[in-house]
């Protein structure tokens, strides 16, 4: 990173958090249109960090303006709960102003939710609201033809005709337990599925996903504020209870005729997938069995919703999902992403066969576009390593190598066209902050977005951050484990405390060449004097199935041994201090830093635990059982897992940190820790935060979370 020889300003949380952001300009929501002449992207305004606008870019020149300011047409309405969690779900909570958007097909507008209205957006500037309701109106999207706009509504699904200005209700009954075409709770925050109504490609029909809770648990949850407490009831399927029963509909917008998809006898399984061919004819439905160990990908008839199976994947462990693991083209033959080899790969199926297009040690981690007319594939992928994320291309009849398309040294978010001919490559590194460019097909960049490099005025230029290095070591099992370390400037001779920030949960992956928030406030710790230090144990993903393996229905097993296996090879370098070495971990890696003082009483010298998982039952059904299973069933798994009963095996100095009002981990994780600490007489420190969910978000409340953790480190560990 170039900085200025004279820059020596000291990082400190308040200006991590402060506008503008350090950072530079982050945009995010990289979206191409469907025929590549233009991108959108959210861009966060310099004034405040965490509001953004709508931006568009001509992909011919490079040309940026903005198309929707959000301040200009926000009615500024408060959000409703739903959409609240909406967004808590989809992790931008924080977030103000424009928070999503989709292009029409066509490539002529671009639908803008904001403030629980509807809004479309066309390339000349010029904004058409299309709803004025109290309600939210939510799952909106521009129907595939571009003749409608949908959109969810008090729980049934409406259609508003573009051409006539008419607003229809396609669905009834909506309401209490029954809604239509919403992804359920599990879909969204477990299953990378965040809608419930697909399109056909000439706007005859549309697919309707229908889900009652009405068997759902209904728990009443405490969201404490610093102004009160709010009961709100919810309907939460946690593991080993049931899940919403889950049906799919294809309806006629003209006639409002209903056909029931056949999804089988068994209702007890997760509506993963849908997708329509071409030409409309055929819905691909992927069904996944409750414990997620078999994926059919089912073909349904639109006129009769009748179903066959074209084949299963299954495993004997769990079966990760691609956000987009199937394509379908124009021949009517299939590209399909499976770990079947032991690792995810790409296939494609014609004529009932498969043929492999990728193959390796490594993993596809998600199918990008499909060039039919050039014959190949785009996709990212972990090729030349695990801890960058590159585009590729490849041959659609697998032969030759792979083709990387972008640079070393970065993890790579790309958007590409419908034909695979348009990129637009959002990158970052370990020290380059967010930077965008344009590219054709081959990769060639034609023009940056946002260059974004560290000088000059740049806010970050003022700043000298410290170093930061990779390396590996060996877990228990031969396997390879990826580190990183971040140092501050290290004098011969001496030694120094360490910060290990620890994740560690199921596709958790943190130790990759790519920036962050989170990234600076490393930065800050290691400007401190410590040495901040994180290792990728087994079961966080894209390694192969083998990798992921040893944590199935032993959580808080394999992890934590590759944990202590990092913390002995840190104890043993010369510049360490073995006697001062700190824990911490958010969300699972809460749920880590427990798991670890308790495995090994005195080896780290105090843990901060935030938001924590403590009693696995507590936990949603679909990402708890595709690790642990029925807790009906593997009471001993469950018992084993969690983090409550060794509790009383913590001697070592612990905070642990909650928000109040936390809706994925909730409070009574910590609740339940609080009490068995106490009943046990064990001393332990606490912070809570009255009215904030899971990411605790907001300037003021994480400079106070990242300031309460640094005080009690410095205290507990740097003060022995």
Do not use: C
């Amino acid at each position: 990173m170039a900085v200025p020889a004279l820059a020596q300003q000291p990082l400190t949380l308040d200006r991590i958090f402060a506008s503008p952001d350090l950072s530079g300009p982050s945009p995010v929501e990289l979206k191409l249109s469907p025929d590549g002449r233009y991108a959108a992207q959210l861009k966060n305004r310099a004034d405040d960090i965490d509001r953004y606008d709508l931006w568009l870019i001509d992909t011919a020149t490079g040309a940026q303006r903005m198309l929707v300011d959000s301040k200009a047409i926000g009615s500024g309405a408060a959000l409703s709960e739903e959409e609240k969690m909406r967004r808590e779900r989809a992790r931008v909570g924080g977030r103000t102003g424009i928070v999503s958007y989709g292009w029409a097909p066509d490539g002529q507008s671009l639908l803008v939710p904001l403030d629980g209205d509807l809004y479309l957006a066309t390339l000349d500037g010029k904004t058409r609201r299309l709803t004025a309701t109290p309600q939210t109106e939510v799952d909106a999207q521009v129907s595939e033809g571009g003749r409608y706009v949908s959109f969810v509504r008090d729980q049934n699904l409406f259609a508003y005709d573009l051409r006539t200005g008419r607003e229809q209700q396609l669905t009834q009954g909506g309401g209490g337990a029954l809604s239509w075409g919403t992804a359920e709770f599990v879909a969204q925050e477990e299953l990378d599925r965040s809608v419930g109504s697909w399109w056909s490609p000439d706007d005859a029909r549309v697919a309707v996903q229908r889900s009652d809770e009405s068997k759902v648990l209904e728990v009443t949850r405490a969201a404490i504020g610093a102004e009160g407490t709010t009961l709100v009831q919810q309907r939460y399927p946690r593991a080993g209870t049931p899940n919403a029963t889950v049906d799919l509909y294809i309806l006629d917008p003209a006639s409002a005729k209903q056909v029931k998809v056949d999804l089988g006898a068994d209702p007890d399984f997760y509506l993963a997938r849908v997708d329509w061919a071409a030409d409309g004819r055929t819905l691909y439905v992927q069904r996944l069995s409750r414990d997620q160990q078999r994926l059919d990908l089912l073909a349904a008839d639109p006129v009769t919703g009748r179903t066959r199976i074209l084949f299963s994947e299954t495993s004997k462990t769990w079966i990760d999902l691609l956000e987009n693991n199937l394509r379908v083209l124009k021949d009517g033959s299939l590209i399909w992403a499976s770990a079947r080899s032991g690792h995810t790969h790409l296939y494609r199926w014609q004529g009932g066969r498969f043929a492999q297009i990728t193959r390796g040690d490594w993993d596809v981690t998600e199918i990008e576009a499909v060039d039919e007319a050039g014959g190949r594939i785009l996709f990212t992928a972990t090729k030349d390593t695990p801890i960058e994320r590159h585009l590729y291309a490849a041959s659609l009849d697998g032969k030759g190598e792979p083709v990387r398309l972008t640079e070393a040294g970065f993890v790579n978010v790309p958007s590409v066209d419908r034909g695979g001919r348009h990129l637009l490559i959002k990158r970052s590194s370990e020290a380059q902050p967010p930077q965008v460019y344009l590219a054709d097909g081959a990769g060639k960049r034609t023009a940056w977005v946002s260059e974004n490099r560290v000088e000059g005025s740049h806010p970050l230029a003022a700043f000298r951050l410290p170093e930061t290095r990779y390396g590996t070591l060996k877990a228990a099992d031969g396997q390879t484990l990826h580190w990183r370390m971040t140092s501050p400037v290290r004098e011969p001779g001496r030694k120094y405390p360490v910060f290990v920030y620890a994740y560690g949960g199921p596709h958790g992956q943190d130790v990759l060449r790519q920036w962050g928030r989170r990234t600076l406030v490393l930065d800050y710790m290691a400007s401190k004097g410590w040495i901040v230090f994180t290792i990728d144990n087994r079961g966080t993903g894209y390694r192969g199935t083998a990798f992921d393996a040893p944590i199935f229905r032993a959580a808080g097993g394999a992890e934590v041994a590759d944990q202590l296996a990092g913390l002995k090879w840190l104890k043993a370098q010369p510049y360490v201090d073995a006697d001062k070495v700190a824990v911490m971990g958010w969300s699972y890696g809460g749920y880590m830093t427990l798991k670890l003082l308790e495995a090994a009483p005195g080896a780290y010298a105090a843990g901060a635990s935030v938001a924590p998982v403590t009693r696995w039952e507590l936990y949603d059904t679909a990402y708890t059982e595709r690790y642990l299973g029925d807790p009906t069933k593997l009471p001993k798994v469950y018992a084993k897992a969690n983090a409550l009963d060794d509790a009383v095996k913590i001697t070592d100095p612990l905070m642990v940190i909650h928000g109040m009002a936390d809706d994925n981990v909730v409070f009574e994780h910590s609740t339940a820790l609080f009490a068995k600490l106490q009943a046990e007489r064990r001393p332990f420190e606490a912070m809570v935060y009255p009215g904030k969910t899971h990411s605790i978000s907001g300037a003021a409340a994480q400079v106070h979370v990242w300031g309460t953790i640094e005080r009690f480190l410095d205290r507990t560990v740097k003060g022995k």
